[in-house]
Structures are given as structure tokens and as C-alpha cells.
Nanobody
Framework: QVQLVESGGGLVQAGDSLRLSCAAS????????MGWFRQAPGKERDFVAA????????YYAGSVKGRFTISRDNAKNTVSLQMNSLKPEDTAVYYC????????????????WGQGTQVTVSS
């Protein structure tokens, strides 16, 4: 069982940066690939980024590649999402998620989810 708690969301202007964090409970955090997803009102939950168990591999959605960076600290049981050059279309609730073993980009592949944190980017 893994419990996830996101933090760091807020209201920013276009072009600003924001860093999201996700704290995980449990002693087996390094056994889980981690992902970030986002969901805008009236839309499906979309993949943003994923990171492998040890952090050596990452994968990004095309819409955020080059602007967002996912990282993890297994000693602190945290995963982060650094978001730069934010755009109004990045506005959404952001969720972190965990799945055993390899990383994936499909939401249904993830076993555990946080409650989400709101990110709003004004133009």
C-alpha cells in the first residue's frame, strides 16, 4: 500500500515556473515507478511524465517535453515535477501516481493515486 500526497500547486502567470512535489508513505517507494498526470475540467486525465524506479529513465508527453522535468529522491520518498514556461493550457489538477515496476503512460496502469493539486496559469 502506498499513500501519495501532492503539494506545490497554485496560481501563476504564463511564463512562470512551479514545482510540484509528491510525498509517498511506505518503505518500498523505490519499488514503484512514478507518474504525473493532469486533468482539466471536462477532460480526461492525461499523462504528463513518468520516471523509472531508480530515476534513470524518464518519459514525457509531447506537450510538456522540454518544459517539465520529473525527478525522484528515493531516500526521501518524494517525486517532483518542475514546470517551466507555463502556459494557460497547462491549467489542470495535477496528480501523482505509483505503479509497481516499470513506468507507463496510461492512467489505468497505475495502482495508487494522490488527491491532486490545482495548477492555474493565467494569460
Amino acid at each position: 500500500q502506498v499513500q501519495l500526497v501532492e503539494s506545490g500547486g497554485g496560481l501563476v502567470q504564463a511564463g512562470d515556473s512551479l514545482r510540484l512535489s509528491c510525498a509517498a508513505s511506505g518503505r518500498t517507494f523505490s519499488s514503484y515507478a512514478m507518474g504525473w498526470f493532469r486533468q482539466a475540467p471536462g477532460k480526461e486525465r492525461d499523462f504528463v511524465a513518468a520516471i523509472s524506479l531508480g530515476g534513470g529513465s524518464t518519459y514525457y508527453a509531447g506537450s510538456v517535453k522540454g518544459r517539465f522535468t520529473i525527478s525522484r529522491d528515493n531516500a526521501k520518498n518524494t517525486v517532483s515535477l518542475q514546470m517551466n514556461s507555463l502556459k494557460p493550457e497547462d491549467t489542470a489538477v495535477y496528480y501523482c501516481a505509483a505503479r509497481a515496476q516499470s513506468m507507463a503512460s496510461m492512467a489505468v496502469s497505475y495502482d495508487y493515486w494522490g488527491q491532486g493539486t490545482q495548477v492555474t496559469v493565467s494569460s
